[in-house]
């Protein structure tokens, strides 16, 4: 069955349709918060309360599965900020105290991923909203400029501009957290 | 020859690192931007590989479970109030269009003649009102006048129309001495018989059944007297006059008086109507105060009286269960010869040398009670004093 179908269904209140809508979209929503949130339990909680969320508007604004994306990408960016600027009231529990679980085949190749993975996404941190979100949404997803700029509502030359500062000021926080280590 | 934009050549470079081109050849084909852009493409590089490589199963099956929780519950609430509002919305729809219809019917019954289809919706939807204003004697007696008032309209149309119906209607009586007999202006065809009983009716409220002639006359089959029924709080005693739901109704030597009530006490009266406000009781019955079960007995003998009017005068027979059958009924026609005239209650002139009476100031309450007690215990339909003089 099509998503296009699953969503006409699952807008029926159908169970076993919003079961498989969840299931097929969840990856999508889970990859772009695992690019902005390192903490495993703040990422699993905010994918869940996006996809909560998506319940009162699947009747109301999505009309088709593009719109479901959108959506669902903007609400997870919303939650992400307001989980960090909760965080920045509440210091004490920084992200560096969190380790992930170890995913890797090897526990020294999960460490060393676990290592890479932890430094750029607080290399990330010191990125502005919209590079963060530009750099999650193509690295996550894989979208093409075209489809990345439908998603942020803005034109393909000023997300390709706003690319490549991401990626600068990425590789410069970086430097420079190599520098102080 | 023009450059090509820095950042399309970093689109295009990405793009290749992610479909797993090495970052060596990525570079060796960025040509001229290859040194302004391996940094940048070295961070992608650091980007794509620290990727979660796996979408936790875990969590996504508690995030569905949620999820679908939260779905249930939200439709769960939707639903009832959905179906209550659905139910609601029915229930409305078919009081609205019951009420509508009732509505119609009923207005459209107002105008309806005996013999037509909506006749019996009108008398239906009139007794309805009746019954609704039980509670209300003084209302109950004018929605009765009301509706007499319709009865002589409907007799007055078909007479109009010269359409033989048989009607039921009720008013005061006149004529006699020479003029033409007739009941609220609807002249009354009766026999040599039926007019000597007719005699000692004039000027009481009666009932009168018969059939209407094509000359617009009623051919009267029965007349009899109109008795009615007034309960309510004796509000004033004026003599021999009291007044009682905004009537006046005159207490003769005759009327049966169980117990002499005061004022503010409720009590039940039988009566006939002299007039249009005045009342002229046979049978007076205290429907409250602390004798009230000392005169039960009485009252339960009174209240086949009270409960059939109409059958006391008709049961002419019956008559021979009271000491003193009313007068009229002696005078009645033996059956074989004017059955028809089953109520003769008290002559005209009776009723107004009665009302005269009661206005007489000499008289007093006294006097009023002098109606022994032991014959309100007795089926007595008419008062004793009603006998009529020969004439």
Known sequence: MTLENLL????????????????????????????????????????????????????????????LRAWLIGTAAHLVSDHYRRQYRRPESGLDLHEDLPDGHTPE????????????????????????????????????????????GRSV??????????LAALRRAMDERGKSR | MKRPDVNLVLDEALRKLQSGVPLDQVLAECGEYAAELAPLLEAALWMQQSAQPTVPQGGMARSRARFLQTAEANSAKALPFFTRFRWAVNLAVILLVLASAL??????????????????????????????????????????????????????????????????????????????????????????????AALSLAGSYVEVQGQVQPDGRVLVSELQLRFFELEGRLAQQNG?????????????????????????????????????????????????????????????????????????????????????????LSETPKPGETGEVKETNQSGGDHEEEATRTREPSRTPEQTRTSEPTRTQEPTRTPEPTKTPDK
């Open chain 1, 8 to 67: 006409a269904r699952a807008k029926k209140q159908d169970m076993q349709s919003l079961a498989a809508l969840h299931d097929q979209l969840y990856p999508l929503v889970f990859r772009y918060v695992s690019y902005r949130l390192e903490d495993e339990q703040a990422r699993e909680d905010i994918v869940s309360e996006t996809f909560v969320r998506m319940l009162d508007v699947l009747n109301k604004r999505a009309h088709t599965i593009q719109d």
């Open chain 1, 109 to 152: 190749h999960a460490a060393e991923q676990n290592q890479t993975r932890r430094e750029v996404r607080q290399a990330m941190r010191q990125l502005t909203g919209d590079q963060q979100h530009v750099l999650a949404l193509r690295f996550s997803q894989e979208l093409s400029l075209e489809e990345t700029a439908r998603l942020l």
């Open chain 1, 157 to 166: 030359n000023a997300v390709k501009v706003l690319q490549f500062r991401a």
């Open chain 2, 103 to 196: 509505f119609f019917t009923g207005m459209g019954s107002v105008s309806a003649l005996p013999g037509q289809t909506l006749y019996p919706v009108k008398r239906a939807v009139e007794q309805a009102r009746l019954a609704l204003a039980s509670s209300d004697p003084a209302g109950k007696l004018l929605l009765e006048e009301n509706f007499d008032g319709r009865r002589v309209d409907e007799v007055l149309r078909l007479a109009e129309r010269g359409r033989g119906q048989r009607v039921n209607f009720a008013g005061f009586l006149s004529g006699g001495g020479g003029q033409p007999w007739m009941v609220e202006g609807i002249l009354l065809d009766l026999t040599d018989a039926q007019q000597s």
């Open chain 2, 240 to 328: 021999e006059r009291w007044l009682i739901n905004g009537a006046w109704v005159a207490i003769t030597a005759q009327t049966q008086v169980d117990l002499q009530p005061a004022v503010g006490q409720t009590v039940k009266i039988t009566a006939i109507r002299l007039s249009t406000q005045d009342f002229l009781a046979l049978t007076v019955r205290l429907e409250d105060g602390p004798e009230k079960e000392q005169v039960e007995g009485s009252a339960s003998a009174q209240a086949d009286t009270n409960e059939d009017r109409t059958s006391t005068a008709e049961s002419g027979g019956s008559t021979s269960e009271t000491d003193e059958p009313a007068v009229e």
